[in-house]
């Protein structure tokens, strides 16, 4: 029997990329659920190639098209509205990655990222499926409570309100799945990089800049401090490995999804600037964020352990960006 999957948050950066990967998978009917009213050709933000803002295009043809798939416009934070979708669809396994961002309104993050996750899992109860929630890497705090490398059974110490209501989804899912009435997982997905992500990420920004500076638009960077150390794993490496967290048996809740690699900003930037195939810009130092963290080191074993590895390197995930970009501006 062919299972059925449904991905929420299916127009997103990281739903985009997890819905082609499901689809060339095969063996499967794919169900992707947004707020949109219809399958866009464009991701849901905004970016600015060259200074002009425009909504990011989708790359390397990431509308999927053919008789595996199908979009569904559903508001997650209405109870019956969810409880509908899973009569009608009855999903096997239910990749929840709809939310919203850090910065946007507590009451969106409260709605969007608890309520939400809330009717799913009354809506999934006794009916035997996965379900498997995006949540973030940033729930463990400055050093995860427990010190680094930071690890699944570490402790949590949100240092915001997006991680704070990332944490209480989680919450919600380990408790619906401890009384047996889902089969609950949970991916904590770290610093993702790639083709068409937002500006509000180091990679994107960085690249938004540099075509500004190509054009003529800008005659220096801007940006924060550069000496801080992250994980940055790959958008396609994180759909590679939201697959396996879901169709695995292994019964763990909990993973970190990431490289497992730390890698300093500076380089970040350096990359891109290689890429971009220019000389190093002036660049003007703009003071950190309060909620900056110093360094993460991440402990990738138990997403090993399902046959998973990272198969995009750095330079390749950056050097995809730059050219992104630059491809944008060439058209334009």
């Given at each position: 029997m062919t299972p059925t999957i449904l991905v929420t948050g299916a127009q997103g950066f990281i739903g985009r990329y997890l819905v082609r990967a499901l689809c060339d998978r095969g063996n499967c009917q794919v169900v992707g659920v947004g707020r949109s009213p219809g399958n866009e050709t464009h991701f849901t933000h905004t970016i600015h190639p060259g200074g002009d803002e425009c909504a990011a295009p989708l790359p390397n043809c990431l509308v999927p098209e053919g008789p595996n798939y199908?979009?569904?416009?559903?508001?997650?934070?209405?109870?019956?509205?969810?409880?509908?979708?899973?009569?009608?669809?009855?999903?096997?396994?239910?990749?929840?990655?709809?939310?919203?961002?850090?910065?946007?309104?507590?009451?969106?993050?409260?709605?969007?990222?608890?309520?939400?996750?809330?009717?799913?899992?009354?809506?999934?109860?006794?009916?035997?499926?996965?379900?498997?929630?995006?949540?973030?890497?940033?729930?463990?705090?400055?050093?995860?409570?427990?010190?680094?490398?930071?690890?699944?059974?570490?402790?949590?110490?949100?240092?915001?309100?997006?991680?704070?209501?990332?944490?209480?989804?989680?919450?919600?899912?380990?408790?619906?799945?401890?009384?047996?009435?889902?089969?609950?997982?949970?991916?904590?997905?770290?610093?993702?990089?790639?083709?068409?992500?937002?500006?509000?990420?180091?990679?994107?920004?960085?690249?938004?800049?540099?075509?500004?500076?190509?054009?003529?638009?800008?005659?220096?960077?801007?940006?924060?401090?550069?000496?801080?150390w992250r994980d940055l794993i790959d958008v396609r490496d994180v759909a590679d490995a939201l697959v396996a967290i879901g169709f695995t048996a292994s019964g763990d809740v909990f993973y970190n999804v990431a490289s497992g690699r730390e890698t300093q900003i500076a380089a970040v930037y350096d990359l891109l600037i290689a890429a971009a195939g220019i000389g190093n810009p002036p660049l003007i130092q703009l003071p950190g964020r309060a909620v900056d963290m110093a360094r993460q080191v991440v402990d990738v074993g138990r997403l090993r352990a399902l046959g998973w590895e990272p198969r995009v390197g750095l330079r390749q995930s950056l050097g995809d960006v730059m050219h992104y970009y630059l491809d944008l501006i060439a058209k334009a």
């Open positions: 199908a979009y569904v416009a559903t508001d997650l934070s209405d109870a019956a509205a969810t409880a509908r979708l899973i009569e009608e669809r009855a999903p096997d396994i239910v990749f929840h990655l709809a939310g919203s961002l850090r910065n946007e309104p507590f009451d969106r993050l409260v709605t969007n990222n608890i309520v939400a996750t809330r009717h799913l899992c009354d809506a999934l109860a006794g009916r035997g499926a996965v379900i498997v929630l995006g949540s973030s890497g940033s729930i463990y705090g400055e050093l995860g409570g427990g010190g680094l490398p930071l690890v699944e059974t570490g402790a949590t110490e949100p240092i915001d309100l997006y991680a704070a209501t990332k944490r209480t989804s989680e919450d919600i899912v380990r408790i619906a799945s401890r009384a047996g009435r889902i089969d609950g997982r949970v991916a904590r997905v770290f610093n993702v990089v790639g083709p068409g992500q937002e500006e509000r990420h180091i990679a994107g920004r960085i690249a938004s800049q540099l075509t500004e500076l190509m054009v003529g638009r800008r005659n220096a960077m801007a940006l924060g401090p550069l000496t801080a």
